[in-house]
């Protein structure tokens, strides 16, 4: 069992950055692939970035490509999405995931969720 707790969410302007933490509670974490999903208003939720537990390979979505960059500190149990050149597309509530069963851009298939943060791009 995992417990994951986001923060680093706010209001910032168009190509400003910002940087989203993921802290897990549970023993497992170093064990577990972790991603970064986010969906906003009327749309459903969307892979963003994830970060395997053994390698750390990474994967990004076509939209997060040159602009975020998703990494894990297993020693400190958490996991962190460094976001630059925002734009108002990327508003959305930003969800911490661990533990997937299967294709890593699938929500159902991650068994570990965060509460989610709130990032807003104003223009």
């Known amino acids: 069992q995992v417990t994951l707790v986001e923060s680093g969410g706010g209001l910032v302007q168009t190509g400003d950055s910002l940087t989203l933490s993921c802290a897990a509670y549970?023993?497992?974490?170093?064990?577990?692939?972790v991603a970064w999903f986010r969906q906003a208003p009327g749309k459903v939720r969307e892979f963003v970035a994830m970060?395997?537990?053994?390698?750390?390979?990474?994967r990004y979505a076509e939209s997060a490509k040159g602009r975020f960059t998703i990494a894990r500190n297993n020693a400190e149990n958490t996991a962190s999405l460094q976001m630059s050149s925002l734009n108002p597309e990327d508003t959305a509530v930003y969800y911490c995931?661990?533990?997937?069963?299967?294709?890593?851009?699938?929500?159902?298939?991650?068994?570990?969720w965060g509460q989610g943060t709130q990032v807003t791009v104003s223009s």
């Open positions: 549970g023993a497992a974490f170093s064990s577990y692939s």
């Open positions: 970060i395997n537990w053994n390698d750390f390979g990474t």
């Open positions: 995931a661990a533990y997937s069963t299967g294709r890593y851009d699938r929500a159902e298939l991650w068994n570990y």
